[in-house]
């Protein structure tokens, strides 16, 4: 069973260039997530997704968009990248009661 | 300020001490509280789930929630090399916004043998 699938695992961009984070989930859960870690700053919400079809804001979603794809596909995208969005991305999705299941993670450096 | 403070570390213990992580928060609105433990280039997971005041025990682990005080704790008893990692604390204001958690900055822990 994969859980939660990210790709790519790493990324280098240039200021200025897109790029999208893509993630899969075969738990069929409902509800999917966009979280960044940064030291010290622990994880951050950036944009969810309650159920296919819907998609909201969460705590930092400046110059980030988000499309639920299926059910399953939940991806982030950077349109014009700067080096504060350097961190390190997670994808998560959850039942909507319980357990948050996290992917391993997409290390993205913005030059 | 934020919302989840907690102590980033990093804690270096030996082998069978027993460690106390702990977080403060400053929304009283917070009901749903929650360790995760993230091993190094993984993503977290669930290690403790507690709602409202109280203790929660699952083997080694306690899981401590004082309300009044705005104040969480994860104890670890008799603990272990495999327990290096970084604990997170995360809090949810309800039951159906288990995903949209305040997150703590994470402790880095360390056990040695």
């Known amino acids: 069973n994969a859980g939660v699938t990210q790709t790519p695992k790493f990324q280098v961009l240039k200021t200025g260039q897109s790029m999208t984070l893509q993630c899969a989930q075969d738990?069929?859960?409902?509800?999917m997530y966009w979280y960044r870690q940064d030291p010290g700053m622990g994880l951050r919400l950036i944009y969810y997704?309650?159920?296919?079809?819907?998609?909201d804001k969460g705590e930092v979603p400046n110059g980030y968009n988000v499309s639920r794809l299926n059910k399953r596909e939940f991806s982030l995208r950077l349109e014009s990248a700067a080096p504060s969005q350097t961190s390190v991305y997670f994808c998560?999705?959850?039942?909507?009661?319980?357990?948050?299941?996290f992917g391993e993670g997409s290390r993205l450096t913005v030059l | 300020q934020k919302e989840v403070e907690q102590d980033p570390g990093p804690l270096s213990v030996p082998e069978g001490a027993i460690v106390s992580l702990n977080c403060t928060y400053s929304?009283?609105?917070?009901?749903?509280f929650m360790w995760y433990r993230q091993y190094s280039r993984k993503g977290p997971e669930l290690l403790m789930y507690?709602?409202?005041?109280g203790n929660k025990e699952d083997g080694r682990f306690t899981a401590q929630v004082d309300k009044s005080s705005k104040y969480i704790s994860l104890f670890i008893r008799d603990s272990q090399p495999s327990d290096s990692a970084t604990y997170l604390c995360?809090?949810?204001?309800?039951?159906?916004?288990?995903?949209?958690?305040?997150f703590g900055q994470g402790t880095i822990l360390t056990v040695h043998p």
């Open positions: 995360a809090m949810s204001v309800t039951s159906t916004s288990y995903g949209k958690l305040t």
């Open positions: 738990m069929n859960h409902n509800s």
């Open positions: 998560a999705s959850s039942s909507g009661e319980g357990e948050l299941f």
């Open positions: 929304n009283s609105a917070f009901q749903y």
């Open positions: 507690t709602y409202s005041s």
């Open positions: 997704s309650a159920s296919e079809g819907t998609t």
